[in-house]
Every structure is written in structure tokens, then in C-alpha cells.
């Protein structure tokens, strides 16, 4: 699946890139030269940032799903437990 960005993103993006190349390594970067590069690295390391992603969210998932017994689990069958009086011989 490819990752794409919003028109405003991309836009974002670009803009970075060109101040980036400007701050950073003192060198223009015109508009579509920082577009194209943008678009490499979408490619090339989006799905390997991508996927790493998915997979701390799958361990978070899992961790959470392994706590659910633990947070809502409800003991059966204790009504004459809490009802029962004391000294009164059970049944």
C-alpha cells in the first residue's frame, strides 16, 4: 500500500525539505527537486518507518488485550458469599 499524503502534507513537506537544504547544507533545493525527493523517500523508507509502526502498535495491542483479564474479569457465583450472615452455617 502505497503512503500518500494530503495536498496540505505534501505541500508541508516540500517546504521543509527546501528550508532543510537551505538551513542545514547552505544550498538551494528548487520546488520540484525537493518534490521529487519527497516522493523517493515515501517510497524507498515510508513502509520500513511504516511498518515499524505497525508492529509497536500490534506489541501495544497485545499487551492490552493480555491485561484485559486482569482489569474486567468478575468473580462468579459470589452473591451468598457477600449475603450469607456470619455464624450462619452454609449449605
Given at each position: 500500500?502505497?503512503?500518500?499524503?494530503?495536498?496540505?502534507?505534501r505541500?508541508?513537506?516540500?517546504?521543509?525539505?527546501e528550508?532543510?537544504?537551505?538551513?542545514?547544507l547552505?544550498?538551494?533545493?528548487?520546488?520540484?527537486?525537493?518534490?521529487?525527493?519527497?516522493?523517493?523517500?515515501?517510497?524507498?523508507?515510508?513502509?520500513?518507518?511504516?511498518?515499524?509502526?505497525?508492529?509497536?502498535?500490534?506489541?501495544?495491542?497485545?499487551?492490552?488485550?493480555?491485561?484485559?483479564?486482569?482489569?474486567?474479569?468478575?468473580?462468579?457465583?459470589?452473591?451468598?458469599?457477600?449475603?450469607?450472615?456470619?455464624?450462619?452455617?452454609?449449605?
Amino acid at each position: 500500500m502505497p503512503i500518500e499524503l494530503s495536498r496540505e502534507a505534501r505541500t508541508q513537506a516540500i517546504a521543509s525539505i527546501e528550508r532543510y537544504f537551505a538551513d542545514e547544507l547552505e544550498q538551494r533545493i528548487g520546488n520540484i527537486a525537493a518534490g521529487a525527493m519527497l516522493s523517493y523517500f515515501l517510497e524507498e523508507i515510508g513502509p520500513l518507518v511504516f511498518n515499524q509502526a505497525v508492529r509497536q502498535v500490534q506489541e501495544r495491542l497485545q499487551e492490552r488485550v493480555q491485561e484485559l483479564d486482569i482489569e474486567f474479569i468478575e468473580d462468579e457465583f459470589t452473591y451468598w458469599r457477600r449475603h450469607q450472615a456470619p455464624g450462619k452455617a452454609r449449605r
